[in-house]
Structure formats: C-alpha cells, structure tokens
C-alpha cells in the first residue's frame, strides 16, 4: 500500500512529475507503518534498555553500518550534549583496526541493526565482549528469521518494522526513522530520570541559540562606563545630541550626580520635541522632557527576560536602562546588541 512505483530508466528526467495525491498515500503509508512499531513495540524491551544507558558505570558507545550508522551517531551525539553520561560514536570498521582501544571494561556498547545480521558488527561484538564490554542491540529482524546480533548482546530490543516504504522494500526510508524515534524517546526517558534541568543542558549548548538564553545574562551583554549615553536632568536639549546619536543607542540616560536613574530620551522623544515646540527646544532642558518612569533591568536578570521586557505592552522599546538595587545605572542593554549576542 502507498509504495512509490519504480521510474522508468528511459522516461526525460524533465517529464517526471510528482503526484501530489500519491505523495499524500505515501505520508499515509508511512503513518500507519509508524503506528505498527508503536502499536507493537515491546515497551518492557525498552525499559529494560534505558535502564542499562542509565546505569552504565563506563562510555557508552553506539555503532552500526550504512544508515544505522548515522543514526548511531547522532544517538551518541545527543546523549553526550547532555552531559551526564559520556558517549561517542564507534565506527566498526575502524574499530576493528586499532579504535577497539578507547573501549573499557564496564562501557556499553549499543549495536544498530535492522537485520540483525551485519556482518561488520557480528565481527566487531564478540571482540568487544572479550574487553569486558556489556553489548546491547537495537534489530527489526522478523520473528522467526534469525538475529544473529541479539544473539551475542546481552540485552536486545525488537524495533517492529511492518515493512520499508520503499518500492522496492529495500532501502531503509521507515527502519531508519523507526531507529530514531526510538532512540530520542529513550534519551527523553533519561533525561526526565537524571531530572536534567535547562540550566544544566545549557551548559553544553553555549554557541546554540537555545544555550545563550540560559546562560547569557544582561550584565554579560550590556554597555557599561564610556559607552554609556548620560546627561544631567539640567542639561540642555540640543547640547546633548551628540551624545544622543554618538553612543548608538538611540537614548539619552538622564541621572543625578550620584548616578541615580531620574529617566530617558530618546531620539524619538526629540522628534516629538521639535514637532511640538519649533524653535522652543533651545531653551528645553533633558529633565523637562524625559521619560520619568522608564523600564529598566537589573544585571542579574537573564538577557532574554531582557528582550520579553523591551517587547512587552504597552509599547516596544529599543534599549533597557541596567541599574543597580540603589538605583544606580551601571549600563545599557539594546535590542541590537541582543541580536548581535545570537539571542
């Protein structure tokens, strides 16, 4: 059912066209076979195996071939971004000339296979077993064909595959996203169970979008000392504009001589200014026309609360005044230099 046909070898490559109504049969197909490994999948199997990554007193190691291979890397990948278990990627070709070196008694060693039957890692898990290695295996062998791999592992999942959704039943388009979804499930079972907290995930995530948001805080990404716009309250208007524009934050911070934030004015505040007063504005001081209850942040807070606070009701705002618990501005957080910190 849903299996895309065979395309003629003699058919222009410009006349192949892709039939929208028989895609939509093979994302349906691919639903249902995706629902036959859920409906089936032994999930005492599973615990059993997530149970072991758990527990494991070593490495844990993933390895498999052709596409199980890639999905063997990025399982290890993940797990090892987490940062409570140490886990790397075991070619079996390599393995076997010299790389069998970083495995350990007490490591884990998980076998990706849908037959079962790969000959790489038949060779590669009895040799592992003999450096005291725990072998678990992950197949999607038919009952009754023979598995040879769950054989020589110690714990082996059966990963239900109805069938491929290739024309052909060859090529792995399910068993390989099958493998997947089964891996990452597994991984949000550890992380639920190790009780990971963002905090923690974020720490191996720090160039990542997602890591910057955890770690960043205001104080990291704020301007501070000359870079900062001030003026006195008592300041006139139009003697401030090269402050206004030099510090490129499109504001003034208007402040006593303590330090202590008294308001803001912003370069939109000066058009508005202008408009209203003409040639007034000379004689108009910063403290007559500011904002005097501006938002502001402190250097503790996280940089992204940062930028919910300059997008919040009732209107956005481009920079956020950085005061201390006195009152006292240390510095400047922009939209811009938000942006520019990847968050």
């Known amino acids: 059912m849903g299996s895309l046909p065979p395309l003629p070898m003699d058919v222009?490559?410009?006349?192949?066209?892709?039939?929208?109504?028989?895609?939509?049969?093979?994302?349906?197909?691919?639903?249902?076979?995706?629902?036959?490994?859920?409906?089936?999948?032994?999930?005492?199997?599973?615990?059993?195996?997530?149970?072991?990554?758990?527990?494991?007193?070593?490495?844990i190691f993933f390895s498999g071939v052709g596409k199980s291979g890639i999905v063997a890397q990025k399982l290890a990948q993940t797990i090892a971004s987490l940062g409570f278990a140490r886990a790397a990627f075991l070619s079996p070709v390599d393995a076997l000339h010299g790389d069998l070196g970083a495995v350990f008694p007490g490591d884990l060693l998980v076998l990706i296979s849908k037959s079962g039957a790969s000959e790489e890692l038949l060779v590669l898990a009895p040799c592992a077993r003999a450096k005291g290695v725990r072998l678990l295996s992950l197949t999607s062998a038919s009952v009754g064909s023979g598995n040879p791999l769950a054989d020589l592992c110690d714990v082996n999942v059966?990963?239900?595959?109805?069938?491929?959704?290739?024309?052909?039943?060859?090529?792995?388009?399910?068993?390989?996203?099958?493998?997947?979804?089964?891996?990452?499930?597994?991984?949000?079972a550890l992380m639920a169970a190790r009780r990971l907290t963002k905090?923690?995930?974020?720490?191996?995530?720090?160039?990542g979008k997602i890591g910057k948001s955890l770690i960043f805080k205001v104080r990291d990404v704020m301007k501070k000392k000359e870079d900062l716009p001030l003026c006195k309250e008592q300041d006139m208007i139009m003697e401030q504009l090269t402050e206004l524009t030099s510090k490129g934050c499109g504001c003034l911070l208007v402040v006593d001589e303590m330090l202590h934030l008294i308001g803001t004015f912003t370069d939109g505040d000066l058009r508005r200014t202008l408009k209203a007063y003409g040639a007034a504005i000379f004689n108009l001081t910063v403290g007559e026309m500011c904002n005097r209850n501006p938002r502001s942040i402190s250097p503790e807070a996280m940089a992204v609360e940062a930028m919910e606070r300059m997008e919040s009701p009732p209107s956005a705002v481009q920079f956020l005044p950085v005061v201390d618990a006195r009152n006292v501005v240390i510095g400047i957080i922009t939209l811009h230099g938000l942006v520019s910190a990847g968050l």
């Open 158 to 188: 059966h990963l239900p595959l109805q069938r491929e959704l290739c024309p052909f039943g060859l090529a792995p388009v399910t068993s390989a996203s099958i493998q997947m979804v089964f891996g990452d499930t597994i991984v949000a």
């Open 199 to 207: 905090e923690q995930y974020a720490r191996n995530h720090p160039a």
């Open 12 to 59: 222009p490559r410009s006349c192949v066209k892709i039939d929208a109504a028989e895609l939509g049969r093979l994302f349906q197909a691919q639903r249902l076979h995706m629902e036959h490994f859920f409906d089936h999948l032994d999930i005492a199997q599973a615990a059993d195996f997530a149970q072991a990554l758990l527990d494991a007193p070593g490495a």
